[in-house]
């Protein structure tokens, strides 16, 4: 029955995805643009429908400006930030044309907000201002996005940190390693020595960031990362985790297109690592392929682990180099005497041989649960 509908649900997704790549082969074909609603088509059904008012439509179609940076036009030719007197100002390029042919500059003052504390007078947090002054001077590019929100605008300022501050890694992987599961809902986090043997585990999760509006999906990301960071520190070492990076592969296929389609991964592996840099944690970027099957069946049932951390362990010793040989028992049961000689081929096998037994006795996809409790009769221990 769940094979039946696993196929069902494969076929849509196939018809729904040949029927997207038709809908844009035409426009390649025809050399044409697809049509673009600016403002949202949400908003432009409900203008239709007449349950929203015509000025929030026109408002959201025109509530956002973005120029990106060129280094050889000053940092930014469209949407310049100049420092003058001790006071910033964005220099915005309009349409009009002066009798020259050049653009009509508007120049409007930009608030850089900064807090300084009333006890000591230093500022408080980051000193983005003295940032954004210092990477002027280096006049590489820059982005700048200027937003409209109830009246007001707001401006949004993005350059290459690292170009103005150069960060001392203080916790490097010389004392052992932290690898990172990234999840839904969280972080999976487990500590490894030098050697690649396990030491701790913990999770650090928020189960409300699946559903949270972005402010708030934001600050929660803000504070899971902060408590790597610290768990990190306690123990003097670096961290690993996942590269965004990878092509498609068989372990890596799913979360991929979760990565791909749902903000909140790529919203948390970016955070972890620009926070890794600021704190001086040396981290490591590694290829998530197989590491949930590796954790899953080689180190659940020896360190007690769920299939999450058994994935970050593995990660933790991928980051060293260290290669993840397949036990003599899973080998001996699992896999024929002619065996692939690489290592994820023989991984491969196992867990299709596993899937294969969880077809016939489950009628579905092998889980944590299923090899917990068909461990033993699997591999003929009983």
């Not at 900064?114 to 590019?141: F, P, V």
């Not at 092998?366 to 699997?378: A, D």
Request: glycine share 6%; hydrophobic share 30%; charged share 30%.
């Amino acid at each position: 029955m769940k094979s039946e509908k696993k196929r069902k649900a494969l076929l849509s997704k196939l018809d729904k995805r040949q029927r997207k790549r038709d809908y844009y082969q035409q426009f390649l074909t025809s050399n044409t643009l697809p049509p673009v609603v600016f403002g949202g088509k949400k908003t432009f059904h409900q203008v239709c429908a007449k349950t929203v008012a015509k000025e929030e439509w026109r408002d959201k179609r025109s509530n956002r400006v973005y120029a990106r940076g060129d280094k050889t036009k000053k940092g930014n030719p469209n949407l310049r930030i100049l420092y003058l007197d001790e006071k910033f100002f964005l220099e915005i390029s309009t349409l009009a044309k002066t009798p020259s042919g050049r653009s009509v500059k508007v120049t409007v003052p930009l608030y850089i907000a900064q807090k300084k504390s009333k006890k000591t007078g230093m500022i408080n947090g980051r000193n983005y201002r003295q940032m954004l002054i210092d990477y002027l001077h280096t006049g590489d590019a820059y982005q700048v996005e200027i937003l409209r929100r109830k009246g007001r605008y707001y401006v949004h300022v993005t350059f290459d940190e690292a170009a103005v501050r150069a960060y001392k890694v203080e916790y490097t992987g010389h004392a052992g390693l932290v690898g990172i599961d990234t999840n839904p809902d969280g972080f999976a986090l487990t500590h490894i020595d030098r050697t690649g043997n396990y030491r701790h585990h913990t999770a650090i999760a928020r189960h409300e960031l699946t559903y949270a509006r972005s402010n708030r999906r934001e600050n929660l990301i803000g504070e899971m990362v902060k408590e790597v960071i610290q768990y990190a520190k306690d123990r003097q070492c670096g961290v690993a985790f996942e590269d965004l990076k990878f092509e498609h592969d068989q372990d890596s296929q799913r979360k991929f297109s979760r990565i791909r389609h749902n903000f909140i991964y790529r919203q948390m592996l970016t955070m972890l690592e620009r926070t890794c840099i600021r704190n001086g944690i040396e981290y490591t970027k590694v290829k998530p392929a197989f590491t949930s099957k590796i954790g899953l069946y080689k180190y659940t049932h020896q360190y007690g682990l769920d299939v999450h951390h058994g994935a970050a362990l593995v990660i933790a010793r991928r980051a060293y180099g260290m290669k993840e040989k397949v036990p003599r028992l899973l080998r001996e049961k699992l896999l024929p005497t002619k065996s692939p000689s690489t290592e994820w081929k023989r991984w491969a096998m196992i867990h299709q041989r596993i899937e294969k037994e969880a077809k016939l006795n489950t009628k579905g996809s092998v889980t944590p649960e299923f090899w917990r409790s068909q461990r033993k009769e699997i591999l003929g221990l009983t």
